[in-house]
């Protein structure tokens, strides 16, 4: 709230009441002002109106002051919740599609379960020692390096 519209609503409310005081201390008869005649009661009630307009103002100003923090607190839970709610469904997604982002990947090694030699029997043949390289599948282009 703006202490310019609070101070002058303040200020406001103060002149009037002591209007209102002056009008019963002076005022006996019937006034004009700007050719409408008032009764004491009528300048009493005039000047009350504004009072009431503007407790009236302050209090809906109030009330919409609280309704605003009361939609930014229920946005801040809401949007919290969505998020967690979002959290939750991209970890279910990648546990199902079984995916995994880079450094996951580089976690993941092969595990040896068992490792099968074969004996050296003397006179046996002794098998290559030349590197085997596997071929390619169809359709893909090696490099000659």
């Given at each position: ?11 406001l ?15 006996t ?9 008032y009764?004491?009661?009528e ?16 209090g ?14 229920v ?11 979002a959290?939750a469904?991209?970890?279910a ?11 996951q990947k ?26 085997v ?11 000659v390096?």
């Amino acid at each position: 709230m703006s202490t310019t519209k609070s101070t002058s609503h303040v200020s406001l409310k103060s002149r009037d009441t002591s209007v209102m005081k002056g009008i019963d201390k002076h005022i006996t008869t019937n006034f004009t002002i700007a050719g409408t005649t008032y009764t004491p009661a009528e300048l009493k009630a005039l000047f009350q109106s504004e009072i009431t307009a503007i407790e009236a103002s302050d209090g809906m100003r109030k009330s919409l002051a609280d309704s605003v923090q009361n939609v930014k607190t229920v946005s801040a839970t809401v949007n919290e919740e969505a998020k967690a709610l979002a959290k939750a469904k991209r970890a279910a997604t990648r546990a199902a599609r079984h995916t995994m982002g880079s450094v996951q990947k580089k976690a993941v090694t092969g595990n040896v379960i068992a490792v099968t030699t074969t004996p050296v029997i003397e006179g046996a043949p002794v098998p290559s020692t030349a590197p085997v390289t596997p071929e390619p599948p169809a359709g893909t282009r090696t490099q000659v390096g």
